[in-house]
């Protein structure tokens, strides 16, 4: 899960060229819609429904 989320983090940043002082705000955001996305081991729920 951590290399999941470092991953997405470093994505927004590059996506939207900001610099790494960014980078806590980034990684929050990942968190948050890591937490939202449905998963097949939740039965297609997302981590905040369930």
Known sequence: MNKTL???ARCLLI???LPTR????ALN???NLLNYLPTK???SKSA???
Do not use: P, R
């Open 22 to 25: 960014f980078w806590a705000e």
């Open 41 to 43: 081991a939740l039965e």
């Open 6 to 8: 470092v991953k997405m």
């Open 48 to 50: 905040f429904k369930a």
């Open 29 to 31: 955001t990942a968190v």
């Open 15 to 17: 996506g939207k060229g």
